[in-house]
């Protein structure tokens, strides 16, 4: 999946080679494109066990479309995400990725602004990123409503 930016559609972030380690562990590929950058971490790993589910916080983000006051924040191994809301119905989405969480001094780490509109583009990321990370035999995949 592209997330592309409102602003400049030459600032992209692509989540791909989705692959699922357990039931509730993804590991997947972000790769960031503006300008002169191209930046990518391999085997980012989110899972429904993390402080906060990546689709969960961004379902709480478009929820909240008429705005917020300061900075939200979210992160994993080698991913950290803020949202920003600002005039005129605009979310800043600040995607920092770094390839070595665990040594960042002998490591990169690199920064991209993705600007959605806060009401129905932020809705439809939500729901792509939201199936980005459900598996295909997931029960509401199969059948369209979740088990009993």
């Not at 980012?44 to 939200?72: C, M, Q, T, V």
């Not at 939201?130 to 295909?136: G, K, W």
């Amino acid at each position: 999946m592209i997330i592309h930016s409102q602003k400049n559609p030459d600032v992209s972030v692509r989540l791909t080679n989705r692959r699922f380690a357990e039931e509730y562990e993804t590991l997947f590929t972000i790769e960031a494109r503006a300008e002169g950058l191209r930046a990518e971490v391999r085997d980012a790993l989110a899972s429904r066990w993390d402080r906060e589910y990546l689709p969960d916080f961004i379902d709480g983000l478009a929820s909240d479309f008429r705005g917020w006051a300061g900075r939200r924040t979210w992160h994993i191994n080698h991913l950290a995400l803020a949202a920003t809301f600002h005039s005129g119905g605009h979310v800043a989405l600040t995607w920092t990725l770094r390839p070595n969480d665990l040594f960042p001094d002998d490591s990169w780490e690199t920064s991209t602004t993705t600007w959605l509109e806060a009401g129905e583009q932020l809705t439809a990321v939500a729901a792509d990123i939201r199936a980005f990370f459900t598996r295909d035999d997931h029960p509401t995949r199969r059948n369209g409503h979740g088990s009993s």
